[in-house]
């Protein structure tokens, strides 16, 4: 799958297609340095096993961890369908698919939106996509490992 934003001027839009390159990169320091200091996460937004709060993943230190634990033990593969840039703001139409070290994957449809500061440094960026549905994933194939044990 492909990022397939077009370049459009937009910063946050650009700031959107930087961070999934980092990501794909695994290039956890490219990524990071993408962020204001006071930046937030929200990953899924609300509140979730990711996230028991729902108030975010707020700071880089916040965020580092939030990359240690959720993005660096796959790989991901993305395709951005739409993109919506607006002022400094750019929402993202996607399909991202994780690539777990086992072989397995998880695929998950998904609406991005990040906003960027005044030096063009991602600020928030929100992830809207159902938790429930991932969990389900992840369940059926721990429950196919259950049967292959």
């Known amino acids: 799958l492909r990022n ?3 370049n459009t001027g937009n910063r946050a839009q650009q700031a959107g297609a930087e961070s999934l390159a980092a990501v794909r990169a695994k290039d ?4 990071l340095a993408l962020f204001a200091e006071d930046a937030v996460i929200q990953d899924p937004v609300g509140v ?7 108030l975010g993943h707020c700071g880089k230190d ?21 993109s919506y840039p607006a002022g400094d703001e750019c ?25 960027v500061d005044a030096c063009g440094r991602i600020a ?26």
């Open 4 to 6: 397939m934003t077009r």
């Open 28 to 31: 956890k320091a490219a990524w």
């Open 48 to 54: 979730s096993p990711l996230d028991p709060s729902g």
């Open 62 to 82: 916040a965020i580092g961890r939030f990359w240690d634990a959720v993005i660096a033990p796959g790989q991901l593969e993305t395709k951005i369908r739409e």
């Open 91 to 115: 929402a993202n139409v996607a399909t991202f698919v994780n690539h777990l070290p086992n072989g397995h994957k998880i695929e998950t449809d998904l609406v991005v939106v990040y906003r």
């Open 124 to 149: 928030s960026l929100k992830a809207y996509w159902e938790y429930a549905k991932i969990a389900a994933q992840l369940e059926k194939l721990l429950a196919g490992a259950d049967r292959k044990g």
